[in-house]
């Protein structure tokens, strides 16, 4: 069974560009969730979907955007780049229903460098 | 808000346990877990604890919950080369509020023969 794949693996953007970064959930899952891990700072919880609808995000402005697709497969997408937004962007899913464990699964991320 | 701290680094020798700390301020936090990074690789679920338990034992994995001082801890017994990662502890009122887990800075494990 395929893991959460993300792509692209790195990506290098110039402040003020945006970036688009994807995620394809383990099969059979339908809530993805996305992830900003920065240098020091933990990750940090950005959106939440769930069956093709926004669920939940998290403190961040609005230019972290995203969306769900029929597939739940997401995107994220990140408007006029600082050079704050550089960090590791991970992607995790999970069950509907997922049970009593809440045991996120985790793709390997995406390096998003602003220069 | 809520916050779960770790301290940044620990180095133990091989063959040696390694105890990773955590405390966290939200008292309804009801679950909570270790997820381990390995380099390059996303986050992994080691285990969890409810709060109901004070202990729960798995292989080389044992975590200890101290309720009153909202203090977790993680210990590795016999640890080894391939234990050196990222650990991350986590908490959230509820498995179905996933979308509410907060993970600590993370504690970078590093193991020398």
């Known amino acids: 069974e395929a893991g959460v794949t993300q792509s692209p693996t790195h990506l290098i953007k110039t402040r003020g560009q945006q970036a688009t970064l994807r995620c394809s959930p383990i099969?059979?899952?339908?809530?993805v969730y996305w992830y900003q891990q920065a240098l020091g700072l933990g990750l940090q919880f950005l959106l939440w979907?769930?069956?093709?609808?926004?669920?939940n995000r998290g403190n961040f402005p609005p230019r972290f955007s995203g969306r769900q697709f029929p597939n739940y497969s997401s995107e994220l997408n990140v408007n006029a780049l600082e050079l704050e937004d550089s960090a590791l962007y991970l992607c995790a899913s999970s069950r509907a229903g997922q049970g009593a464990t809440g045991e996120l699964f985790f793709g390997e991320g995406s390096r998003l460098t602003v220069l | 808000g809520e916050d779960v701290e770790q301290s940044l680094f620990l180095s133990v020798r091989e063959g040696d346990s390694s105890v990773i700390n955590c405390t966290y301020t939200?008292?309804?936090?009801?679950?909570l877990y270790w997820y381990k990074q390995e380099p390059g690789a996303g986050l992994q679920l080691l285990t969890y604890?409810?709060?109901?338990?004070d202990m729960k034992q798995d292989q080389r994995l044992t975590v200890l919950l101290n309720k009153k001082d909202k203090h977790l801890s993680l210990r590795i017994a016999d640890t080894q080369t391939g234990d050196s990662a990222i650990y991350f502890c986590?908490?959230?009122?509820?498995?179905?509020?996933?979308?509410?887990?907060?993970f600590g800075t993370g504690t970078r494990l590093q193991v020398f023969p």
């Open positions: 604890i409810f709060s109901n338990m």
């Open positions: 979907y769930d069956e093709g609808e926004e669920r």
């Open positions: 986590a908490e959230t009122p509820s498995p179905y509020n996933t979308d509410k887990l907060i």
């Open positions: 099969s059979g899952h339908t809530s």
């Open positions: 939200d008292s309804s936090s009801t679950y």
